[in-house]
C-alpha cells in the first residue's frame, strides 16, 4: 500500500467516523472500548448473521466457527474480560454454547448492539488521498459505500485454511479443519488427522469416539498438556509463576508439566522440540487419555499417499477412507492492499504492539497474536490503546518503525521460527506492554 496523507486523527473535541470489522470477541471490545472514549459514531460490520465470530456454530463448511462439543481451552477465570467476569455457575471450561451466551450478555452491557450491521461484509478498503478508508460493502446482494476517518480491522486469523499438497492421490475424502463440525459423519471410517494443535487434538478425539480407527499424523514432537494440573486448570497453574523471573519461570513450568505428563514415549509420541512458552503448545487431557487407551494412534509425517493407502516417513503404512487436515490458516485481509492483504512469514508483522503500522495512523489490528492464553483481553488493552490515540488522550509514538524492529528482534521467547509462531506472544509480558501504553494516557 503506497504511503498517503495522513488523517487528522487525535484531536481531542473531533468527532470521528469509525469502522470496526468484524463483531466477534475483538470487535465487540474495540466497539465497547471507542464508546467508552468518547466516540460515537462507530459502526461495527458483520459478514455473518450473528455477534461472535468462530464462537457462532454454523453447519455451513464456508463458515470458520467451532465445532458441536467445542469449550474453551484457557480456564474462565483468565478468559474472561476483565470488567465482565463470566457468570458464577459457569465451569472452568465453558461450551461454546456458553461463551456465545457471554458475549452476548457483554454486548448488551457495555451497549454495543446499536453500532453493529448483521449480514454486512466488506469487499475493499481503500485510502482516499486525504487519508480517510473508503470502504466497498456487500449487503443483502447490494453494493454500497462508507467513508471513515479510523478503521480497525478485528476478523481474526482463522478464516483462510491451510491445505498443505499431498505427494501422490487420494481416493477418499480430504477436508480441512475448518469444514469439520461434528462426528457422526465419520462412524465407521478410518480417519487419518493430520496436525498436532489444538483443533487436530480435538478433532481426534471426537471421531475416535465413532470411528473405525483414527490415526493422528505429527510430523515433529509437540508439548501437550492436560487442562488441568494439580487440581486446578492448566493456565491457572502457570499463572502463579508469572512474577518469577523469565528463564526460572520457563523452567519450573517446563517441569510441571513433565510431573504432570511424564515421557512422550509413554504415549507413542516423540520426544518434545524445543523448551515449554518457545512453541505453541497444545492443551488436552482427553487427547493424552486417549492415546494410552489406544483409541488414537500416534503416526509419523506423512511421506505419500496411493490411493486408500497413507506412507509415513517412519516407513509405515496404513489405509484411511477420511484426511482431516488441520493444519493452520494464513493471516489473510482480502479486502486490503499490499502489505496487509496478509502475512505468511515466519517473520511477525511489522505492527507496533501487534496493532499499529509505522506509517499509517488511522488503521488498527484488534487481536491479531496468539498467547499462551486467550486473546480477549489482551485486545481489550489494544483497543483501548487505540481508542485514546484517535481522540487525542494518548500521543502516538513518533519512533513507531524503531519501536516495530526492536519488537521483531526480541520476541518474548525464541519462539519456533514458522509461519504459526509468527503471532506468537508471552501473555504476561505483552499484558505489561499493553498496560505501560495505557498508563501514558
Known amino acids: 500500500m503506497d ?46 448473521d450473528a455477534i461472535g465470530g468462530n464462537w457462532v456454530f454454523s453447519e455451513r463448511p464456508s463458515h470458520s466457527s467451532v465445532y458441536e462439543t467445542t469449550h474453551i481451552i484457557s480456564s474462565k477465570r483468565l478468559s474472561s474480560f476483565e470488567d465482565f467476569p463470566m457468570p458464577d455457575g459457569y465451569p472452568d ?14 454486548a448488551e452491557h457495555f451497549g454495543v448492539m446499536p453500532h453493529v450491521r448483521l449480514c454486512t461484509r466488506l469487499d475493499r478498503a481503500r485510502r482516499d488521498a486525504d487519508g480517510r478508508w473508503r470502504l466497498t460493502l456487500s449487503h443483502d446482494d447490494e453494493t454500497k459505500e462508507d467513508i471513515v476517518d479510523a478503521l480497525f480491522i478485528c476478523t481474526g486469523h482463522h478464516s483462510d485454511p491451510v491445505m498443505p499438497r499431498l505427494a501422490g492421490r487420494f481416493d477418499g475424502e480430504v477436508l480441512h479443519a475448518h469444514s469439520y463440525k461434528r462426528a457422526e459423519p465419520f462412524r465407521g471410517k478410518r480417519v487419518l488427522v493430520i496436525g498436532g494443535g489444538n483443533s487436530a487434538c480435538d478433532i481426534a478425539v471426537e471421531t475416535a469416539r465413532v470411528s473405525a480407527f483414527t490415526a493422528i499424523s505429527l510430523r515433529r514432537g509437540y508439548h501437550f498438556l492436560p487442562k488441568v494440573i494439580f487440581g486446578m486448570p492448566a493456565d491457572v497453574a502457570l499463572w502463579r509463576l508469572r512474577l518469577l523471573p523469565k528463564l526460572l519461570r520457563q523452567t519450573l513450568a517446563g517441569w510441571i508439566v513433565r510431573l504432570a505428563v511424564g515421557r512422550p514415549a509413554k504415549y507413542g509420541l516423540r520426544e518434545r522440540e524445543g523448551r515449554l512458552l518457545e512453541m505453541h503448545p497444545t492443551l488436552n487431557s482427553e487427547f493424552l487419555d486417549a492415546l494410552r487407551h489406544g483409541k488414537i494412534h500416534p503416526q509419523a509425517d506423512v511421506a505419500r499417499v496411493d490411493g486408500r493407502v497413507v506412507r509415513f516417513a517412519d516407513g509405515r503404512a ?29 517473520e511477525p508483522p511489522a505492527l507496533y504492539l501487534r496493532m499499529m503500522p509505522a506509517d499509517i495512523d488511522n488503521l488498527f489490528f484488534i487481536g491479531l497474536f496468539q498467547p499462551l492464553g486467550c486473546i480477549w483481553n489482551l485486545a481489550d488493552h489494544q483497543a483501548r490503546i487505540a481508542a485514546l490515540q484517535i481522540t487525542g488522550r494518548l500521543t502516538r509514538p513518533a519512533d513507531l518503525g524503531a519501536r516495530i524492529e526492536r519488537e521483531i528482534r526480541h520476541p518474548h521467547w525464541r519462539y519456533q521460527r514458522s509461519a504459526r509462531h509468527a503471532i506468537e506472544v508471552d501473555f504476561y509480558e505483552f499484558r505489561k506492554a499493553l498496560l505501560a501504553e495505557i498508563a501514558k494516557a
Open 318 to 346: 496404513d489405509e484411511f477412507d477420511v484426511i482431516i487436515m488441520a493444519t493452520g490458516y494464513r493471516i489473510s485481509f482480502p479486502f486490503l492492499q499490499e502489505p496487509f492483504s496478509g502475512w505468511n512469514s515466519p
Open 93 to 106: 471450561f465453558p461450551s461454546h454454547r456458553q461463551i456465545l451466551d457471554y458475549f452476548k450478555g457483554y
Open 3 to 48: 504511503q498517503q496523507p495522513k488523517a487528522k486523527l487525535g484531536m481531542p473535541g473531533r468527532a470521528v467516523r469509525v469502522a470496526v470489522i468484524g463483531a466477534g470477541p475483538s470487535g465487540l471490545t474495540t466497539v465497547k472500548n471507542l464508546l467508552a472514549a468518547g466516540v460515537s459514531d462507530i459502526t461495527c460490520y458483520e459478514a455473518t
